[in-house]
């Protein structure tokens, strides 16, 4: 089965701050990549998908890239309001394997 | 508006069994393909089954293969999970959720997810 690992498992930015996280497919999974926000006791929400689209309503200073085994999502500017777990997950075909996610804090 | 509302979550001896159901509402329900993932208190998301559209292509991780047993309900818009020989470990929210759109064939994302209802194993 193909694994998902994340990077790094927590992070803890300032506002304003350019955020990174990282997602390594231990396969080649093309761009069948999804990233979701699941904020603090709510329930996971679908941010982008096909690596780099953005779902509907999603704020702007969200962006994916990568294609292949390695992936980033990156936040432009740190809001208060993206305080958040984030998850990365492949998708093409079962088993729909998730990273083991990325705990983003305000500083 | 697109819905899932699951229920049939509660606390359960180890060795029991419960069946969860999720209410699908606002689209054609038995064109998508659906799921279950539960999330352990504090852990990660976990994919515990999936069911094709018309029900006859299904799926389990080894964690769960034998024990639970997804099933639908096309008339009734509804979606099943039979967890039996539950565990401690199987202890979670579990999570009804649908394929992002027609579009993407069995490779989808997930979109909408349900509130969850939470399931407890203990003695």
Do not use: H
Not at chain 1, 37 to 45: C, D, E, N
Not at chain 2, 61 to 81: C, E, H, M, Q, W
């Amino acid at each position: 089965d193909i694994q998902m690992t994340q990077s790094p498992s927590s992070l803890s930015a300032s506002v304003g701050d350019r955020v990174t996280i990282t997602c390594r497919a231990s396969q080649d999974i093309r761009t069948y990549l999804a990233w979701y926000q699941q904020k603090p006791g709510k329930v996971p929400k679908l941010l982008i998908y096909t690596a780099s689209t953005l779902q509907s309503g999603v704020p702007s200073r969200f962006s994916g890239s990568g294609s292949g085994s390695d992936f980033t999502l990156t936040i432009s500017s740190l809001q208060p309001e993206d305080v958040a777990t984030y998850y990365c997950q492949k998708y093409n075909g079962a088993p729909w394997t998730f990273g083991q996610g990325t705990k983003v804090e305000i500083k | 508006e697109v819905q899932l509302v699951e229920s049939g979550g509660g606390l359960v001896k180890p060795g029991g069994s419960l069946r969860l159901s999720c209410a699908a509402s606002g689209f054609t329900f038995s064109n998508y393909n659906m799921k279950w993932v539960r999330q352990a208190p504090g852990k990660g998301l976990e994919l515990v089954s999936s069911i094709s559209s018309g029900g006859s292509y299904i799926y389990y991780p080894d964690s769960v293969r034998g024990r639970f047993t997804i099933s639908r309900d096309n008339a009734k818009n509804s979606l099943y999970l039979q967890m039996n020989n539950l565990r401690v470990e199987d202890t979670a929210m579990y999570y009804c959720v649908r394929d992002l759109n027609l579009l993407c064939g069995g490779d989808c994302p997930f979109d909408p997810w349900g509130q969850g209802t939470l399931v407890t194993v203990s003695s």
